[in-house]
């Protein structure tokens, strides 16, 4: 149980250390991915095999992609619709956030870094911080804030106190505090009905289509 639960929490973990280790660089960003890609893997892999006697993540056909998908475009517009409101950004944004609309630069743009390094941040923040966050949020704290034997399937059902626990853990992660609020709930619903799988789909699909935006726009205060 211990094991399992280090295994839910490293690729996190590890993530949020190199981020306070590493410089804020679209290389450090680079070496932050990869590392915690190669943890992720791991633990995935070994939570896997777990899942013949309990409930470790297991991918489960086109109705959880669907699901996820569905859930994960519908955050993202949510997560940047409302930050062209000057309302929205000095109320429910933490610190100074332009407006996407405004000239911007970032050490992520091509013009700044090339592009290599600006897909792996994009790859990053989709396939690599997204499924960590859900292994740590979702599979495991949810669990784990009902019952220390987490692992037990039957605590994937709603539980209101770890849900609101859940969503503003995951919130207080970011500086766009009310969407990410919002986004954990979302997330947190997809999990409940449909399991990890869909959840993880549903992260992904929203960084996904978030990092595509800020690629095409160039409203690189979303990064």
């Given at each position: 149980?211990?094991?399992?639960?280090?295994?839910a929490?490293?690729?996190?973990a590890?993530?949020m250390?190199l981020?306070?280790?590493l410089?804020?660089?679209?290389?450090?960003?680079?070496?932050r991915?990869?590392a915690?890609a190669a943890?992720?893997?791991?633990?995935?892999f070994?939570?896997?095999?777990a899942?013949?006697r309990n409930?470790?993540p297991?991918?489960?056909g086109?109705g959880?992609?669907?699901?996820?998908?569905?859930?994960?475009i519908?955050?993202?517009v949510?997560?940047?619709?409302?930050?062209?409101?000057?309302?929205?950004?000095?109320?429910c944004?933490?610190g100074d956030?332009?407006?996407?609309?405004?000239?911007?630069?970032s050490?992520?743009?091509?013009?700044?870094?090339?592009?290599?390094?600006?897909w792996?941040?994009?790859?990053?923040?989709?396939?690599?911080?997204?499924?960590?966050?859900?292994?740590?949020?979702?599979?495991?704290?949810y669990?784990?804030?009902?019952?220390?034997?987490?692992?037990?399937?039957?605590?994937?059902?709603?539980?209101l106190?770890?849900?609101?626990?859940?969503?503003?853990?995951?919130?207080?992660?970011?500086?766009?505090?009310?969407?990410?609020?919002?986004a954990?709930?979302?997330y947190?619903?997809?999990?409940?009905?449909?399991g990890?799988?869909?959840?993880?789909?549903?992260h992904?699909?929203t960084?996904?289509?978030?990092?595509?935006?800020?690629?095409?726009?160039?409203?690189?205060?979303?990064?």
């Amino acid at each position: 149980m211990r094991r399992d639960a280090l295994f839910a929490a490293a690729p996190y973990a590890v993530w949020m250390a190199l981020m306070l280790a590493l410089p804020s660089s679209a290389a450090g960003y680079a070496v932050r991915t990869c590392a915690s890609a190669a943890v992720l893997a791991a633990s995935w892999f070994a939570l896997s095999r777990a899942s013949a006697r309990n409930s470790g993540p297991r991918l489960s056909g086109v109705g959880c992609a669907a699901w996820g998908a569905l859930a994960g475009i519908a955050v993202a517009v949510l997560w940047i619709a409302p930050e062209y409101s000057g309302f929205y950004r000095d109320w429910c944004v933490i610190g100074d956030v332009p407006s996407p609309s405004d000239p911007q630069t970032s050490p992520y743009s091509p013009a700044e870094c090339g592009w290599a390094l600006t897909w792996a941040r994009l790859a990053g923040s989709a396939f690599v911080i997204a499924p960590a966050e859900e292994l740590f949020f979702r599979s495991f704290l949810y669990r784990r804030l009902q019952s220390p034997a987490w692992r037990d399937d039957a605590l994937r059902r709603f539980d209101l106190s770890a849900f609101l626990w859940t969503a503003g853990l995951f919130a207080l992660e970011h500086n766009r505090i009310v969407a990410a609020f919002v986004a954990g709930a979302v997330y947190g619903i997809v999990y409940v009905r449909r399991g990890i799988a869909a959840a993880v789909v549903a992260h992904v699909v929203t960084n996904l289509a978030l990092a595509m935006y800020v690629v095409k726009t160039g409203a690189w205060a979303f990064w």
